[in-house]
Structure formats: structure tokens, C-alpha cells
């Protein structure tokens, strides 16, 4: 029982640590949004966060490696709570993605909405 409630601890850890980074990550684009950074400041940071995303996803890979070894030791509930993790893991990661190709998007934007007024107003 003692490995089952290292597991669950695990994932417990796993869920706050990606709270963390979502948290992070919304920080990050209101600092962006406000103009407190700049673009490359914004994607630079946002590389570093989506690596600890990855490291993230690949802990989780990895319990469900170990899961499987111990598969006649462990319930059913911790290896469906790992299959959980993991996809919430990836359903964020994607979003995360999504959400730094928009604001890209906007960044380009706004680059050449700037770029034409300032020609413009020549």
C-alpha cells in the first residue's frame, strides 16, 4: 500500500506543478498584453515553460512505464489516474501551444499595423 500512496502523492505533486506553470503562463501573457515585455522577452520565457511542461509530461511517461512493471501490484484507480494526468498533461501542453502561436500572431500583427502606420504618417 505504501507504493500506492507514493503514486498518489506523485500525481497530487504532478497536478499542482502544472497548475503552477498554467499559472506562469497567464502571467506571462498579461505582462506581454500590458507591453511590460517584449516579444523576444515573451518567447523566450515561454520556451522555458513549455520545457517544464515537457519534463512534466515525460515524469508522468515515465510512472506509467514503472506502472507497468508493477502492473499486478497496483489498482486499477492509480493506473487510471495516471492515463488522466497524462492526457491532462497533453491537453494543456497543446493548449499551451495555441495560445503562444495566437499571441505570435497578434505579436506579427501589431508589428506590421506599426510598420504601415509609420510609413504611412511619412
Known amino acids: 500500500m505504501e507504493k500506492l ?10 497536478k499542482e506543478r502544472r497548475a503552477e506553470i498554467k499559472s506562469e503562463i497567464d502571467s506571462l501573457v498579461a505582462e506581454f498584453r500590458a507591453g511590460k515585455i517584449s516579444r ?15 519534463a512534466l ?12 512493471r508493477f502492473s499486478e501490484e497496483v489498482s486499477e484507480e492509480v493506473k487510471r489516474l495516471v492515463e488522466e ?23 506579427r500583427e501589431e508589428a506590421a499595423r506599426r510598420r504601415e502606420n509609420k510609413q504611412n504618417s511619412r
Do not use: T, W
Open 5 to 14: 500512496a507514493i503514486i498518489k502523492e506523485y500525481i497530487k505533486e504532478s
Open 57 to 68: 509530461a515525460l515524469a508522468s511517461e515515465k510512472l506509467g512505464e514503472l506502472l507497468k
Open 85 to 107: 494526468l497524462k492526457k491532462e498533461n497533453e491537453d494543456f501542453g497543446k493548449k499551451v501551444a495555441e495560445a503562444a502561436k495566437k499571441i505570435g500572431e497578434e505579436a
Open 40 to 54: 523576444d522577452e515573451f518567447l523566450s520565457r515561454m520556451a522555458v515553460l513549455r520545457e517544464k511542461l515537457k
